[in-house]
């Protein structure tokens, strides 16, 4: 990577990420909201875009080196003008986090295609929107890196899920071919994999009594026997943050051995 890159690759140190710009899609809340947190303890400056504007000021009054931007990870032109605004402060870009997300779970006979399109629209169509929008910015910073947040769903598919699954199974496959054609300016690109995890989202989700039925029983197949929490996630995240740039195209799963790779 070039010398304008701020990411730097010392082992165990909390200052990794020293002078590194990020932004985080969806950092509001939830493993967003540790992701934030991870980064800037770190040292990197964080740009939080989300739909929930206040949500995303409230975390940034309390993260140091953080600031919040409001946008639709959906709609190009929203979130082009966001990220526009984040690279205009943070002088550049160095890592991009594409973590924006949402569910709702029901088995697929029982959904209307409005629902496809959305869970489409952010699971899927938000990665392809924020990475576009992001390589010209690490291609001219030298280098950088692209961490996706995609789902165990998309590796192994889930019940009542089936949409959200093809949506982070096709985050796992962008993932790859992007990797495959950013390596040459030095970009590494990777996806992070959670299984169930402790959010608002999930409490969400678990107030359909099958819903949460269905999450008890695969907390009782994990071998840790509980959720995963956010910083958990986070820590993974940042791992792919600041790895070195042959560290590209791989997929980590966060399940408690809930999932385990072949």
Known sequence: MSNNSHISHRSNEEDSLDAAAAIVTGGAKGIGAAIVRKL??????????????????????????????????GDYTSLSEAMEAACTR??????????????????????EPSLWDKL????????????????????????GRIVNVASDAGRVGSSGEAVYAACKGGTIAFTKS????????????????????????????KRDKRAAATMDAIVR??????????????????????????????VLSVSGGLTMAG
């Open 40 to 73: 800037a303890a770190s040292g990197a400056s964080v740009a939080i875009i989300d739909l929930d504007g206040a949500a995303a000021q409230t975390l940034a009054s309390e993260v140091s080196g953080a600031f919040a931007l409001i946008a639709d990870v």
């Open 120 to 143: 489409i629209r952010i699971n899927l169509k938000g990665v392809f929107n924020a990475t576009h929008l992001a390589i010209p910015q690490l291609v001219a910073r030298g280098g």
């Open 221 to 250: 197949a994990t071998p840790n026997r509980r959720l995963a929490q956010p910083a958990e996630i986070a820590e993974a995240v940042a791992f792919f943050a600041a790895a070195p740039a042959h560290v590209t195209g791989q």
């Open 90 to 111: 943070l002088n550049g870009l160095d890592i991009l986090i594409n973590n924006a997300g949402w569910d709702h779970v029901k088995r697929f006979a029982d959904t």
């Open 178 to 205: 992007i990797a495959r054609e950013t390596a040459r300016h030095g970009i590494a690109v990777n996806c992070v994999c959670p299984g169930p995890t402790d959010t608002p989202l999930l409490e969400e989700i």
